[in-house]
């Protein structure tokens, strides 16, 4: 009688484990695009706060963090304009997707926006 409950036991718990496992790669293949964007956010407001006043500077140090970081930023969405009067404003543009795969059963198409003015 015992030895039945321990086998329930043990597949309950076996199959509580897969499940828990399952879960966890979910949530952290969810998880790394949000925090390469999150990344890249905030290397953006820090690049804009040196104030380094060259357009085109601004730009490859995006492309080089972007590229650091495995963003799939493409040049030509990523936009570095000067505002405002005398153009001491400077605001970055920047948009890209992401597509998150579950072993080609399922797949999920992310979108990103950066839009950070200094």
Not at 105 to 112: A, E, G, P, S, V
């Amino acid at each position: 009688m015992s030895a039945c409950r321990s086998e329930r036991g043990f597949i309950r718990g076996f199959f509580l484990l897969v499940l828990f496992v399952g879960v966890c790669v979910v949530l952290v293949s969810f998880a790394r695009p949000y925090i390469r964007y999150n990344t890249l956010r905030s290397h953006t407001k820090d690049i804009l706060m040196m104030e380094l006043g060259n357009v085109d500077e601004i730009k490859s140090k995006v492309m080089a963090d972007a590229a650091e970081l495995h963003v799939p930023l493409q040049e030509e969405n990523l936009s570095v304009t000067q505002q405002g009067p005398q153009g001491k404003v400077l605001r970055v543009k920047a948009t890209w997707s992401e597509t998150v795969d579950f072993w080609g059963y399922y797949q999920k198409r992310l979108d990103f926006d950066i839009d950070e003015e200094y």
